[in-house]
């Protein structure tokens, strides 16, 4: 699946190709049908079939990813973003046993930052309804409040020029992640810098930053607007 293409797992019962609910071109109908697909086989859950994750990446920018599990079929939408992601681990951040996805990448629309993103499965893949299912998304795409987005975390420093595993280094005993570039980067397992010590409640922490994404998300649809000087005081609040 390295060819150019949009939904290669979307057949009807007479085999012919249709447009799935969960394709790409429907996440973003802006740009043109034309994604690269990428296949990465995970484990979740050592008692379930290992899982498919595959990623759809744009020649231009978005990316649009699916979890798929081949012994049933179902699809899980899981993460949509205005720049190119791809995996990085799966790992138990919080202790619960439970593997989540981690995933890095660029943000286009968000000053070209790099990133770090932590994804997890609210509900199994077998039961999963169509109509509850919400990917999540970067945060200039907005619904940040999809439950599979643990965080979403900005990583200054410039690119890394070295593969990827020796770009980022997960530390499960100190549970940090440190990221290379220019200026090296420590995240902890909640996606905050680890030199950023702060005095709020985890979860309150994480709402602040989700708040201030949403800041951010308005400032830039102002300034896209012409109203630059809105857009400054947006980001003031």
Not at 156 to 174: F, H, M, N
């Amino acid at each position: 699946m390295n060819a150019l293409q949009t939904w290669s797992l979307g057949r009807t019962s007479t085999g012919r190709r249709s447009r799935p609910w969960w394709s790409p071109d429907r996440a973003f109908p802006g740009f043109g049908p034309v994604f690269r697909a990428a296949l990465e086989r995970i484990v979740l859950d050592p008692d379930r079939a290992d899982e498919l994750l595959i990623t759809w990446r744009h020649v231009y920018q978005p990316t649009y990813t699916v979890l798929w599990a081949p012994p049933t079929g179902r699809i899980r939408p899981l993460f949509e973003s205005s720049g190119h992601h791809y995996l990085l681990e799966t790992v138990d951040l919080d202790g619960d046993g439970a593997e989540e996805i981690l995933l890095h990448g660029l943000t286009n629309e968000l000053g070209w930052c790099r990133t770090v993103v932590d994804l997890r499965l609210d509900s199994p893949i077998h039961s999963l309804d169509r109509a509850t299912v919400q990917p999540a998304r970067s945060p200039d795409l907005a619904r940040p409040d999809a439950p599979a987005l643990m965080w979403y975390a900005l990583v200054p420093g410039g690119s890394c020029d070295r593969a990827v595993e020796d770009c980022y280094v997960i530390d499960e005993i100190r549970r940090e992640i440190r990221i290379d570039g220019a200026e090296p980067w420590i995240i902890g397992f909640d996606g905050f810098p680890v030199s950023a010590a702060s005095s709020l409640a985890p979860g309150e922490r994480e709402r602040a930053r989700r708040a201030a994404y949403a800041s951010l998300r308005s400032s830039i649809a102002l300034q896209r607007a012409g109203e630059h000087e809105q857009a400054a005081r947006a980001l003031a609040l």
